[in-house]
């Protein structure tokens, strides 16, 4: 593995009926580069006024999970989790954390999936480090992605 530049991937992914999916990165077929997620920040695009609760959980997948689903570290498409609440009424705050596996490349798809979160507009800031694989380690990668569904 050869690692080279940093890239950041950011954007908007709006929730309704707490639930939300977004494909960020489409497969180009080029599998001997990837990308090794470094970090990821989730937070509201509205500013909280202090009246309303205000929670989010987000999944980074390398494929498709359904929404609704639970944040599953045995699940190995997941790599990825970041969670916060705002208690609007006491202005309580659940610092923002994330989880990231240390152990993965994304060289096809990557996923945002959010869950269990308060309907609205959300952006997302992703730091990634671009990644040159050999052969071997893009096909063990691949493989890594569904061997534990």
């Given at each position: 593995?050869?690692?080279?530049?940093?890239?950041?991937?950011?954007g908007q992914v709006t929730v309704s009926?707490?639930?939300?999916?977004?494909?960020?990165?489409?497969?180009?077929?080029?599998?001997?580069?990837?990308?090794?997620?470094?970090?990821?920040?989730?937070?509201?695009?509205?500013?909280?006024?202090?009246?309303?609760?205000?929670?989010?959980?987000?999944?980074?997948?390398?494929?498709?999970?359904?929404?609704?689903?639970?944040?599953?570290?045995?699940?190995?498409?997941?790599?990825?989790?970041?969670?916060?609440?705002?208690?609007?009424?006491?202005?309580?705050?659940?610092?923002?954390?994330?989880?990231?596996?240390?152990?993965?490349?994304?060289?096809?798809?990557?996923?945002?999936?959010?869950?269990?979160?308060?309907?609205?507009?959300?952006?997302?800031?992703?730091?990634?480090?671009?990644?040159?694989?050999?052969?071997?380690?893009?096909?063990?990668?691949?493989?890594?992605?569904?061997?534990?569904?």
């Open positions: 593995m050869k690692f080279g530049k940093l890239r950041t991937l950011r009926a707490g639930e939300a999916r977004k494909n960020i990165i489409v497969s180009d077929g080029l599998v001997n580069l990837g990308l090794k997620i470094i970090s990821i920040q989730v937070w509201n695009s509205i500013t909280p006024d202090g009246t309303a609760n205000r929670t989010h959980t987000a999944i980074l997948s390398l494929d498709t999970i359904i929404t609704g689903t639970d944040m599953n570290a045995s699940d190995n498409r997941q790599f990825a989790w970041n969670q916060s609440s705002i208690n609007g009424v006491d202005g309580g705050l659940l610092q923002p954390y994330t989880i990231i596996d240390p152990d993965h490349i994304v060289n096809r798809d990557l996923f945002l999936t959010m869950t269990n979160s308060t309907d609205g507009v959300y952006n997302y800031l992703i730091e990634a480090q671009v990644v040159e694989l050999s052969d071997d380690e893009a096909i063990i990668t691949i493989i890594k992605e569904t061997s534990q569904q």
